[in-house]
């Protein structure tokens, strides 16, 4: 009894030391606003996101296999083009999950046996496949989770790009000007993104609101699909479209703060749970000695 109390407060130590790695906490605040408070425009961070040589060998061929059966995995590719993330490393990354939750359960087996605890060889079979399964989805749920999130800073960059554009308007510019002078001083990896298309219409000889559909099409931003509609029905003036982006920028920040005041309830429903249970703990403690003395009394 002792070796299996001993066995799971091991398992138990193990999960605790695992939870910082997988839900790692949040910079301080101060870290956080440091680039803020800088007078000067902060270098962008080297961050290598080069995967080693195995990893990526092992993305491609599992991609491969998947292909010579058919599985495209399409449902993702929005969801890759949004993180910066290849269809190898999403495979590498569910066959590495799947690997470790199929050997995770004999590990523990025979960690229980060696407590004496004799176990069916089904049950650890069975256990092993299930576990291998969900871990195996595993990182198709972080990369959505992922994804919506950058899809959510996308919006608000969005939102804070048709100001810029909307000013350089009614300054005078053209509406091509404009969308280009726009993003000459913004950072972060939204606007890159529409730095980039706007380059790439450039080169191609489409208009740049095109091009910004065609992205918004790719990334799966609604918003911006509809941005580039607007501005292709209004045409070339500068006040029509200075008109449509003004009435698309109050749209958008509308969503916006309807979705957080859906998140926000969505949180505040959530914390009921613990509070009931918390009162339910205080209750159960308050009355088990009472409850005891009356059962003890028949």
Request: glycine share 8%; proline share 5%.
């Amino acid at each position: 009894m002792i070796g299996v109390v001993l066995a799971w407060c091991g398992v138990g130590l193990g999960l605790a030391l695992l939870k910082p790695a997988l839900w790692p906490a949040r910079p301080p605040l101060d870290i956080a606003l440091a680039p803020l408070r800088a007078r000067t425009r902060p270098a962008p961070p080297v961050v290598s996101t080069a995967d080693p040589a195995w990893r990526q060998q092992l993305g491609q061929t599992v991609a491969a296999i998947l292909r010579g059966f058919g599985i495209q995995l399409r449902s993702v590719r929005a969801d890759l083009a949004v993180t910066d993330r290849s269809l190898e490393w999403l495979c590498a990354e569910k066959t590495l999950d799947a690997l470790v939750a199929l050997l995770f359960v004999p590990a523990m087996t025979a960690v229980v046996a060696l407590a004496g605890v004799k176990l069916p060889l089904l049950v650890p079979l069975w256990a092993s496949l299930v576990l291998a399964g969900v871990a195996f989805m595993v990182p198709d749920l972080n990369l959505r989770l992922a994804a919506e999130a950058r899809r959510r800073d996308f919006r608000h960059t969005l939102g804070v790009y048709l100001d810029l554009v909307s000013i350089s308007l009614a300054g005078g510019a053209a509406a091509e000007e404009a969308l280009r002078n726009a993003l000459a001083d913004g950072q972060g990896w939204s606007f890159a993104r529409l730095r980039d298309a706007l380059a790439d219409a450039q080169l191609e000889g489409i208009t740049p609101w095109e091009a910004l559909g065609r992205l918004g099409r790719e990334l799966r931003v609604g918003e911006l699909v509809e941005l580039a509609a607007s501005v292709a029905l209004a045409g070339t003036e500068g006040a029509t479209v200075r008109r449509a982006l003004t009435a698309k920028a109050i749209a958008l920040r509308a969503r916006q703060l309807a979705e957080a005041e859906t998140r926000a309830t969505a949180a505040t429903d959530r914390m009921v749970f613990p509070a009931l249970m918390l009162l339910f703990g205080f209750v159960t403690f308050v009355t088990f000695p009472a409850l005891m003395r009356a059962i003890a009394g028949f």
